[in-house]
């Protein structure tokens, strides 16, 4: 007879750890400003990453060229608001880089009714 104790383990998972113990317990980001379109690079300054979890790490690696967090996000498998959380840490220690892109007066009308009408017609 099997223990039901230990059904729920995967050895293909790898050592599993809380969202909320990677971000402290913290759900929400210091950052307002900081959205899912934000890009973000490492300043490389010489500054250390702020502690010692591998997330802090990846999210450094990755932004060796500039990438939004959306893409930081995806990449690391985290869900957003726990990477906005990261982020917000190496922007506030001086590690990262942020940006917002270039935003317009809102989508071109025309643009979006031709190619609406361009997939109609396929």
Request: charged share 25%; with cysteine; hydrophobic share 40%.
């Amino acid at each position: 007879m099997s223990d039901d104790r230990d059904t729920w383990f995967d050895d293909d998972a790898g050592p599993l750890v809380r969202l909320y113990a990677v971000t402290r317990g913290r759900g929400r980001s210091n950052r307002p400003e900081l959205d899912m379109i934000t890009l973000v690079v490492d300043a490389n300054n010489g500054v250390q990453v702020p502690r010692h979890q591998p997330e802090y790490a990846a999210i450094v690696g990755l932004c060796r060229t500039p990438q939004s967090i959306a893409e930081v996000s995806a990449h690391l498998g985290l869900p957003l608001t726990v990477t906005k959380v990261l982020v917000g840490d190496l922007i506030d220690a001086g590690r990262l880089e942020f940006r917002q892109p270039h935003q317009t007066d809102g989508p071109d009308l025309g643009t979006l009714r031709a190619l609406l009408n361009a997939i109609g017609k396929m």
